[in-house]
C-alpha cells in the first residue's frame, strides 16, 4: 500500500501598500483556517512539521515569515517593529485570505503578536494557542516581565532583571549584541537552538548574565563553533534559516525588543482590559528557562485575564516546535477537539 503524500508546502507573496508578507502554505483552500506565528530567531519553516500535519487534517495552514524575517518586509526603523505594527500585518493578511475567523497559534514573539491579535480583533479568531510564552494583558515588556520573576531563584541583588537580563542588554547595548550575533551567524543560530535539560530546572538561566559576561558569548563576542542538533532541524529548513540571517543578519528581528512603551500603550487599548473570551491553549515547556509558568507567578496575568484556558505541560524546553513535534501536534488536536473547534 502506497503512504499517503505528505501536504506541499507551497511559498506564496502577499502584499500591500504598506507591508509585503512571504508565506508558506499548505492543505486545501477552502479548508478552516489555521494561521502559524514564528518568533526570534525563527522562520516559517519552523512550524513545518506542524502545519504539514494539520493541513492532512484538512485545515488551511498559513505560515508566515513574520516582519524583518526571510521574505517578509524589513524596514530600517526601530518603531516599525512594535506589536500594534506587526498585529496590523497579520489582519491584512488575515483579510487577503478571506477574514474567516482562524485558529491563530504563536510561538515565542509570535504568541505575543497572537495574543494581542485576538485581544484587539476578536473577530478574527475562534480560539488561539500560545507556545511557550504566556499571554501578557499588559504586554510582553520589562516592567511586566521583571515583577513577576521568581526570586527564589533570581535575587534581586544579584539579577535585578532576573531571566530577563538579555532583554534589558537589548536596549542598553542594542549594537554590541547584533554585532555578535552577526559575527557568525550560523553558529549562533545553532548555539540558541538547542534541547532542554530536566537538571536546568530551578537554576538561573544563562539568558540571566548577559550584562555582566558582557554579552552573550561573553569576551568572544561570537558564537562558538556549534553544529546544529538534527533532531531539531531537517537539514534544509536549517539551510534556509540560515540563508534567511545570512541576507538580512541578526538587527530587524532584534529591534522587537526595542519597543516597550509603545507595545503597553498598545496593550492597554485592548477592549475590556486585554480579557480574552475565546478559548486558549497554552502549551508550557517543563525546562523553559525563560518561559515556564509551572512553580512562578509567570502566569498570573493569563491566568487572570483568560476566561477559557487550558494548560498542557510538555517535556521540553523554549523550541517546543521543533523539540517535541510530535506531541505539540497532539496537545493541539486534544484541545481542538474537546473545545469543538
Avoid at 526570534?40 to 495552514?61: K, N, T
Avoid at 538561573?204 to 555582566?212: I, K, L
Avoid at 524546553?317 to 521543533?322: F, K, R
Amino acid at each position: 500500500m502506497t503512504a499517503p503524500l505528505r501536504p506541499t508546502l507551497a511559498s506564496r507573496v502577499y502584499s500591500t501598500p504598506r507591508h509585503t508578507t512571504h508565506c508558506l502554505e499548505c492543505g486545501p483552500a477552502d479548508g478552516p483556517l489555521m494561521m502559524f506565528l514564528h518568533g526570534w530567531p525563527e522562520l516559517s519553516v519552523i512550524w513545518r512539521a506542524q502545519s504539514e500535519a494539520f493541513a492532512a487534517d484538512g485545515w488551511h495552514c498559513v505560515v508566515p515569515d513574520m516582519r524583518g524575517y526571510g521574505g517578509s518586509s524589513i524596514p530600517a526603523a526601530n518603531d516599525a517593529y512594535t506589536i500594534e505594527e506587526i498585529v496590523a500585518d497579520m489582519t491584512e493578511l488575515h483579510d487577503h485570505l478571506g477574514g474567516k475567523p482562524a485558529i491563530w497559534v504563536g510561538h515565542d514573539w509570535g504568541s505575543v503578536v497572537a495574543g494581542a491579535l485576538v485581544a484587539h480583533h476578536p473577530e478574527r479568531s475562534r480560539g488561539v494557542v500560545l507556545v511557550s510564552v504566556p499571554y501578557f494583558p499588559d504586554a510582553n515588556a520589562l516592567p511586566t516581565l521583571v515583577p513577576l520573576v521568581d526570586r527564589t531563584i533570581y535575587p534581586a541583588d544579584l539579577y535585578p532583571d532576573g531571566q530577563w537580563d538579555y532583554y534589558r542588554y537589548y536596549n542598553t547595548h542594542f549594537e554590541a549584541a547584533v554585532a555578535d550575533l552577526d559575527a557568525d551567524k550560523a553558529a549562533s543560530l545553532a548555539s540558541i537552538f538547542r534541547p532542554g535539560d530536566p537538571a536546568s530546572v530551578g537554576r538561573p538561566a544563562p539568558n540571566a548574565t548577559v550584562t555582566r559576561n558582557g554579552g552573550r558569548f561573553g569576551t568572544a563576542h561570537r558564537a562558538p563553533p556549534t553544529e546544529p542538533d538534527p533532531a531539531l532541524w531537517p537539514a534544509e529548513d536549517f539551510k534556509t534559516l540560515v540563508q534567511a540571517f545570512e541576507a538580512h543578519g541578526f538587527r530587524p528581528p532584534c529591534r522587537w525588543y526595542l519597543n516597550d512603551d509603545a507595545n503597553i500603550a498598545y496593550a492597554r487599548k485592548a477592549p475590556d482590559g486585554g480579557r480574552l473570551s475565546l478559548p486558549v491553549l497554552f502549551i508550557n515547556g517543563d525546562y523553559d528557562h525563560m518561559n515556564s509558568i509551572i512553580g512562578n507567578r509567570l502566569g498570573d496575568p493569563m491566568r487572570a485575564a483568560c476566561a477559557d484556558l487550558t494548560v498542557t505541560s510538555l517535556p521540553g524546553a523554549h523550541w517546543l516546535p521543533l523539540e517535541r513535534k510530535a506531541e505539540l501536534i497532539q496537545a493541539l488536536r486534544t484541545w481542538l477537539q474537546v473545545k469543538g473547534l
